[in-house]
């Protein structure tokens, strides 16, 4: 061996110092890689709220929105639902004043409806429900 292919001390220290450099930017790449990984991960575990993947959430409808918030008291047949039941289950077979009486005698003074407040709620009702009265 000739001595010029003999790689002097200085030469070593240089070159190993090199490859030192270099296995620390791995390591620090590598460390890197392992931070992401592992965010990448609890992101999947935790779910991750993509926009094309979210569901579609529907705006409420204006008219939706004002029926459900109108100024005032609500009505008594409205409110009550114990009074709602007991008006609407007679409104097969009675009129609006029997269904008016037959309150009076069976609901204190401040649960009890007149014959008007009756039959706005059945216009009301078999209005939504049926679009006339079905009987």
Same mark, same amino acid.
């Given at each position: 061996?000739? @001595?010029?292919?003999?790689?002097?001390?200085?030469?070593?220290?240089?070159?190993?110092?090199?490859? $030192?450099?270099?296995?620390?930017?791995? %390591?620090a790449d590598v460390a890197r890689i392992e931070r992401e990984a592992e965010a990448l991960l609890a992101s999947l575990e935790t779910? #991750? @709220?993509?926009?094309?993947?979210?569901?579609?959430?529907?705006?409420?409808?204006?008219?939706? #929105?004002? %029926? @459900?918030?109108?100024?005032? %008291?609500?009505?008594?047949?409205?409110?009550?639902?114990? $009074?709602?039941?007991?008006v609407e289950a007679r409104f097969n077979r009675m009129t609006f004043d029997q269904i008016a009486d037959d309150v009076a005698q069976?609901?204190?003074?401040?649960?009890?409806?007149?014959?008007?407040?009756? #039959?706005?709620?059945?216009?009301?009702?078999?209005?939504?429900?049926?679009?006339?009265?079905?009987?």
């Open positions: 061996m000739a @001595e010029q292919d003999i790689p002097s001390n200085a030469d070593r220290r240089e070159t190993a110092q090199g490859i $030192l450099a270099m296995c620390r930017d791995v %390591r779910g #991750h @709220e993509d926009p094309v993947k979210a569901p579609v959430q529907r705006p409420v409808q204006p008219s939706q #929105h004002l %029926r @459900e918030h109108r100024p005032g %008291r609500p009505k008594k047949l409205a409110a009550d639902p114990d $009074l709602r039941a007991f069976n609901s204190p003074p401040e649960r009890q409806v007149k014959r008007s407040a009756i #039959h706005d709620w059945f216009r009301r009702i078999y209005k939504r429900k049926y679009q006339a009265y079905p009987g």
